[in-house]
C-alpha cells in the first residue's frame, strides 16, 4: 500500500492512470457500457459505482486546461429516461475544472472510447453514466 492513494484506486488503474499523457482520454463506464468490446485496455471495478471512481481518480489525474477535459454520452433521441447521475457528476468535478461538462451522441461516444487509452468499467446501474477524462498535465 501506499500513502495518499484513494483505496478505491487498483494497482492496475494507478499504472495506467502513470502511463498516460496530456491528451489521453480514460473513459469511465457503467454496468451497460461495451467496454470489452470497444476497447482492448478495459480494468474492471465491478462492485463500484462511477461517481465514488470519479472522485479517487480526479485526486490524482490533472484535466486539461487547453480543451474540454469531461465528456458524457448524451441520451438517445426520445429517451425520457431521468438522468440525475449527471448532477453528482457536475459537483465532483467543479472543484477541479471551470470548464462545461459537453454530451457527445452515443455512437460517437463508443467511437471515442475505441481511442481512448483505457476503459473502466464499474458495476454503476445508473443508466447513460458513462464518462470520458482528458488527461492534462501537472503543474506542480
Known amino acids: 500500500m501506499l500513502k ?3 483505496k ?3 494497482p492496475e488503474l494507478l499504472k495506467v492512470m502513470m502511463e498516460m499523457g496530456h491528451g489521453d482520454e480514460l473513459v469511465i463506464g457503467d454496468g451497460n457500457f461495451p467496454g470489452q468490446s470497444v476497447n482492448p ?4 471495478c465491478d462492485g463500484h459505482n462511477v461517481p465514488e471512481l470519479l472522485e479517487a481518480i480526479l485526486k490524482l489525474y490533472p484535466l486539461d486546461t487547453y480543451q474540454l477535459p469531461v465528456y458524457i454520452m ?4 426520445g429517451d425520457t429516461v431521468e438522468t440525475p447521475i449527471w448532477d453528482e457528476y457536475a459537483k465532483i468535478i467543479k472543484p477541479y475544472t471551470d470548464k462545461q461538462i459537453e454530451q457527445i451522441e452515443r455512437f460517437e461516444f463508443y467511437e471515442r472510447a475505441k481511442k481512448a487509452y483505457a476503459v473502466v468499467m464499474t458495476g454503476e ?3 447513460y453514466a458513462n464518462i470520458i477524462l482528458k488527461k ?4 506542480e
Open 4 to 6: 495518499g492513494i484513494p
Open 125 to 127: 446501474s445508473a443508466l
Open 136 to 139: 492534462g498535465v501537472v503543474v
Open 8 to 10: 478505491i484506486i487498483s
Open 74 to 77: 448524451a441520451k438517445t433521441p
Open 41 to 44: 485496455n478495459c480494468i474492471r
